[in-house]
Every structure is written in C-alpha cells, then in structure tokens.
C-alpha cells in the first residue's frame, strides 16, 4: 500500500514542481460564482504543475451544505483527472482519541483526503487514529506563519530534553509520532532561519509550507531551509496568490496557471 | 444585545442544572438509527434538565451529508423547543485571521452556534473572528481530560510571567483575549487540584469541564474546584455516559433522562 509520503515524492518527481495550490474559495474574490466550477477551472489549467491540492474546510463550511457540495465535486474531480497529485485536507482538526477516529472516518472515508493537518495540543492519541492508516497520515501543525504565531509557539521551555521553544519540542513530539513514516509538519514560510534548524533536525519529515504569495514568506529562502538532502521533500503552498491572480471570468484561469508556473521556476531556481 | 455567557447564567440558574448534554451520535451504539430522531428524543427527554447541548461536529462529519443535515434538524430541534438553552458547538478549530473568519461564519451564520470551542496553537488572531461578536464568542481549549494531554499541556515554561505549565499560560491567554467577556476555557474533569487553581487565577471565566462519566472524571470534586463565587459559572459536560444510558429502543430517552437527573443532583449536592 502506498503511502502519502510515497505519492508525493512520486508527484513531486514526474511533474518536477513542489507547488500546492489552496482550493480556499471566497465568494467575494472568484470570478465565478459557483464554487465546484471555479475550483475545476482551477485544476484544469494547473494539474500539470502541482505535486498537491490543498481545500482549506473552512471555506467550503462557511458556504454551508452548499459549499460541503461544492467540496464533493472538486475532490471528485481532482480523482477523475488528476489521481496522483496529493490531496490534503486542511482542516486543522484535534481532539481525544474517540472523537479522533471520527474526524479520521471523515477526512478519509467520507472525503477521500490522502493525509490532513492536525493541531497538536491533545497528544499522541489525537494523531493516533489518523497515522495507524499505512495509506493516510498527518501533517501537525507545527510553526505557523501568522503574525500571532508567536504566542504560544515560541514559548520557552524548560525540563530534560524539552529545551528550546515550544514549536521545536512540537515537531520533536510529531517525529516521535512518525514510527510508520507518514506524519509531516506545518512550518510557514516567514521564517526561514528555523525552518532550516527543523530541516536539520528531522531530514525526512515532510515540510508543509504555507505563507508564500499572500502573506509574505520568501519563496527561495524557505525552499533553501525547507528542502531535504534530495532537493525535495517540502510542499509549498499559496492560495490566494494563485487562484485570485486574476479577478476576472475571462482570465483567472490562465492567470492562475501563470501563477502556478512562476512559483513553481522561483522554487526549482532556488533549489539548484 | 444578550452574549453567550449572560444565556449561560439565565439558564443556569432558570434550570438549577449545570449539565451539559454532549450530542456525539455513534451509528454502532444509538438504539434508533435515524441521526436527527436519535437527537430528538434525547433532547425533548432532557430539556428542563440542562443549561447546554453540546453537538461534536465530528461525529457529524464521519457521517458525511446525511450527519451534516441531521446536525441542521437537531439544531433547528433545539431552537424550536429550547431556545433559552445554551448551544455549543464542539468543533476546536484554530486556524489563521482569514481562515478564522470563515471558520465563524460557518459556526455562527450556518449553524447558529452561540459558542464553540478553539484551539490557542495560532494565538490571538485566530480566537478575534470569533469573540468580536458580542452575541457569541469562544471556549478556548486549555487543559483536556484524555490520557495524552500531558504531552504538550504540561510542558514547563520558563521566561518572564509565563512560569508554570503550557496550559496555565494557555488560561491566562484565554484571560487577555477576553476583553469582552465572551471567553471560557476548557478543563477537563480528572484534573480537580489543577482546576481549583485555575479558577482561583481566573475566579469569573466559565469552565467547560468534559471528562465526567465514561472519562471517568469525578463529578463532585470537579464541581467544587470549578464553580464560581456564585456556586455556577461551570457547564458540566457528559456524552457517552447520558445518551447511551440505555442502547435500547424503548428506553434510550427515559434512561439518558435517567441519568441526566443523577447527574444534575451529584452536581448540585456539590455546590452546597
């Protein structure tokens, strides 16, 4: 049975891009007002440039079961003519282990994602349900790129073996978490410095890294910190950047493809 | 405008119960099988019993549309029926500001929540969608009652005002983010020398305390280390143990009743 970790690197080789697009739908900002429509127009001008797609949940709630719909036909679509690229569940979920199995039932018989990122606040058990599946797996959230990351994420620790600050002992917790080799980490763009001291410290967990485009992160310092031995090994993820590229009917998906295409030379430029 | 928190005190105190009715609907355990129907009846059997309902979303979700649209009914159920009992929506999010925004308009404008349940991992930014409303807000997930949660809730800090243990800091956040009197914390049942102290440190925030019943947390030393000056301020949360009292068709509702009553009175005793 192969594996996240496996399909990505796959991807990841054959298309020669390390490029996720977010699938984060906002009825204010797509050029056309049907989600399931746009987030096809979306996969087919970029499916030969990506190694994921990555459907944030929130956006497709917040449209209600209309919006849930809409999310069924994209993933569907993404099966249909893009079946090995990645496809991860961004819903940040965390909870206790029965509550777990739960949410795992719906990342993965329910919607079909290959792996989902996961919060990691509750412990081993909340990852449990998620990882114990050879084929699935889980992407913890580790250093995020926002503004108020720091909050509890740089706290300083202090005991044996937890030196160092809290995001840092979070991504010791996710690899001691990995003994079936399909847990990544979330670590945002913004900063490069500790990306590349995780790098150092964990050579082949997977890195996915959120914050280039929209928010900010420099594409070729993070892919320098972020890739592993084999130049590979990270996924690199903008949303905004890429779907609203352009605003309008006639153009946003050429222009997303064009988005695509950059991201994807100033990653493999840095990565030389 | 009337918030989350001053709905929790009227029932409270309307109702003189401080239970909470967790609504986690398990196909292998409920003794009917229609999701909605299930609901039903255990809340028209325990109405005048409860200050809350407290829908897990995923329990919905690993049910796909059909747990979705049955979550819809068991919340138009609720309003209809009891429109004075607090709801709570069981989803512990935690995403960035934009992310966050859709997160609460799903909660909120799709599911009429009047509270729901975050993660703190991404800090303030992700808690703001969600207490700018004055008629809703947040309950920040702090110290929870599952075997793992000390992996990262006890982890030791060090630095200037932020001593103690992770989910100390994470409640005295919780404190600073709730400006406008709309955040509770979440603190699970089996840990009662580290609840009174919480409350101690924070004597006017409400306390979502799951972990009685089947997480074998202890209902009368949980209440007194939780309750307020005012003997209330806490909502006392039990699933498994209340809705399957009874696996039975003919007796499920008379039996969650059952066992809501005992469960009101141990509390109740409690605070004498």
Redesign the interface.
């Known amino acids: 049975m192969t594996g996240w970790v496996e399909k990505l690197d796959a991807v990841a080789r054959s298309s020669g891009s390390l490029v996720c697009v977010g699938l ?1 739908p ?1 009825p204010r900002r797509m050029a056309v007002s049907d989600v399931a429509e746009f987030n096809r127009a979306i996969v087919d001008a970029t499916k030969d440039l990506v190694c994921a797609y990555k459907p ?1 949940l ?2 497709y ?5 209309d919006g ?2 809409a999310l ?1 036909k994209t993933i569907s679509h993404i099966k249909d003519v893009a079946p090995d690229i990645l496809l991860i569940g961004d819903c ?6 029965s ?2 199995a ?2 795992a ?2 990342m993965f ?2 919607w079909d994602f290959d792996t989902v990122t996961l ?8 990852i449990e349900p998620f990882t114990e599946r050879a084929d699935r797996g889980a992407i913890i ?1 580790c250093r ?10 740089d ?5 044996d073996g ?1 030196e160092g600050k ?1 995001f840092e ?2 991504a010791r ?1 996710a690899s001691e978490w990995n003994s079936r080799g399909n847990v990544g980490i979330v670590v945002g763009a913004t900063y490069p410095g500790e990306m590349a001291e995780l790098r150092e410290q964990h050579p082949d967990m997977p890195f996915l890294i959120p914050g280039v485009g929209a ?1 900010g992160g420099d594409v070729e310092a993070a892919t320098r910190a972020g890739v592993n031995a084999e130049g590979r090994g990270v996924i690199i993820s903008s949303s905004r950047g890429i779907i609203y590229a352009s605003e309008e009917a006639g153009t946003f998906a050429s222009a997303a493809r064009q988005a695509v295409e950059s991201l994807r030379d100033q990653i493999n430029e840095a990565r030389k």
Chains 1, 2 share one sequence.
């Open positions: 984060d906002d944030q929130a956006f709630e917040a449209l209600g079961m849930l719909r069924e940040k979920r965390g909870d206790i282990g509550t777990a739960a949410y039932q719906a018989d329910v919060h990691p606040y509750l412990g081993r058990e909340s959230v995020t790129s926002n503004p108020g990351a720091a909050e509890l994420q706290l300083k620790l202090t005991g937890v809290l002992h979070t917790l928010q």
